[in-house]
């Protein structure tokens, strides 16, 4: 199985990094591919050229099994609709079952993306769940829950698409929004990101008021 973490990745940090480990080793993915976004739909658009994204991401990724980057978002150019990247990743990794990893509060706002029905038709959902968070009431959400929700990770490997799963991951109160604000009044980052991103923020002065 292979996990699908979208994202700005405006910059990538370790909350991003450690809740995606923690995804893999629980649900034992055979890898996570992060795919930053073109152009955002359902947030506010990246600060930062596509190219230093991408650069981030490598450097924060470099040397841990399992990780990959995907560019195919960048290379599409347009809005980046997630049942557009599915449908390619189809394409692409025929014999894999997709996995589609999202917070919480993405999960509750599911019925506003882009063919939601689709996407469950495309891949499995895994909806991460840091401590405090709920998952919605709202009957949408809890009529697709209903059919779909699965406990069992190893269940999901013998199926295509269309379960739902809600993973417990660790809670880090990191933010890329956060991080640049921090840059923004002039302090160090250090320690919220790895050194590598870190190094790139600080080459092309990114972040800067």
């Known amino acids: 199985m292979i996990g699908i973490l979208g994202g700005t990745f405006d910059p990538i940090h370790f909350g991003h990094l450690r809740t995606a480990l923690d995804v893999m080793q629980a649900v034992g993915l055979d890898e996570v591919r992060f795919i930053p976004l073109h152009s ?20 924060a990724i470099a040397g841990q099994a399992g990780f990959a980057i995907d560019d195919r978002e960048l290379r599409r150019q347009g809005d980046s609709y997630t049942v557009d990247t599915l449908t390619s990743l189809h394409r692409d990794f025929p014999e894999h079952s997709l996995c589609l990893i999202l917070g919480v509060d993405a999960f509750n706002g599911f019925a506003t993306w882009r063919q939601p029905e ?92």
């Open 118 to 209: 689709k996407i469950l038709s495309l891949a499995h959902l895994i909806v991460m769940r840091r401590p405090g968070e709920t998952v919605s009431s709202d009957a949408w959400i809890q009529t697709l829950l209903a059919p779909n929700q699965c406990n069992d990770a190893e269940k999901m490997k013998h199926e295509a698409a269309g379960r739902i799963l809600i993973q417990e991951v660790t809670q880090l109160d990191i933010s890329s929004t956060k991080i640049r604000s921090l840059i923004a009044a002039g302090h160090s980052p250090r320690y919220l990101l790895p050194e590598g991103v870190r190094q790139i923020i600080s080459k092309n002065r990114l972040y800067l008021s």
């Open 40 to 59: 955002a739909v359902h947030r506010d658009q990246p600060e930062t050229a596509a190219e230093l994204r991408l650069q981030m991401v490598e450097a």
